[in-house]
């Protein structure tokens, strides 16, 4: 049966992989600033709705064309991928870094998880929180990062409880370093390592496709050489 998924941050990384992943068999609908944009919207099984979520009335835009233009009343899971990092001393962040971080990866995920949540099915619904491994442990350099993945931690589990009474499950993903874009300043031969985008998009696959009985509600996805 097709199901229905809204990915946050959709346009590169582990959101665009599950995108292309999910959409084999499912509608798919993207929020990132440049939604439309992307290659694989086609307007029938993936859509795009340029959203920056660091703007909570772009969020509820976005929940009203949903609604309204594309006739969805109800999804089955959310995905929040979106998220931003800057590898700092602490020395040198800014009040910038700290709201540009903290606008995408705290306050945006918890605003877009609190204004679909109405819509998402209750009793086999889920909504799946990109965290790090960041969010369990900190790293030097990557404090304010850390410290948003930490407040990402700490919300899903919270919201775990809220939501379970409507069969609601929440997932929190933990991965290692993946090549995404956070470290495109990084080499090549440095990033041989890395986990693929694709690989935690299957990740991701799998734990959708649990019966509602079940729910994976934290997996860590470190890199097989350890920690980088």
Known sequence: MQKVYVITGGSSGMGY?????????????????????????????????????????????????????????????????AGVAYEKK????????YDDIFSTNVCGLIFTTKIFLDIIKNDTGIICNI??????????????????????EGFTQ??????RERGIRVTSIRPGSVDTNIYKHVSTEEKKDFIKPQTIAEVIVDILKLPKEAVVEDIFINNSVGDL
């Open 17 to 81: 992989q599950l995108a292309r992943e999910l959409s084999q068999e499912h509608k798919v609908i993207i929020l990132s600033r440049n939604a439309e944009s992307i290659d694989i919207v086609d307007g029938s099984n993936v859509f795009g709705i340029n959203t920056d979520i660091r703007s909570i009335e772009q969020i509820n835009q976005a929940y009203q064309q949903v609604r309204s233009s594309l006739k969805i009343n109800t999804i089955d899971g959310l995905i929040n991928c």
């Open 90 to 97: 602490i020395t040198d962040v800014t009040e910038k870094d």
């Open 131 to 152: 965290s790090s491994i960041a969010g369990i442990k900190g790293f030097s350099d990557w404090s304010i990062y850390s410290a948003s993945k930490f407040a990402v």
């Open 158 to 163: 919270s919201i775990r409880h809220e939501v």
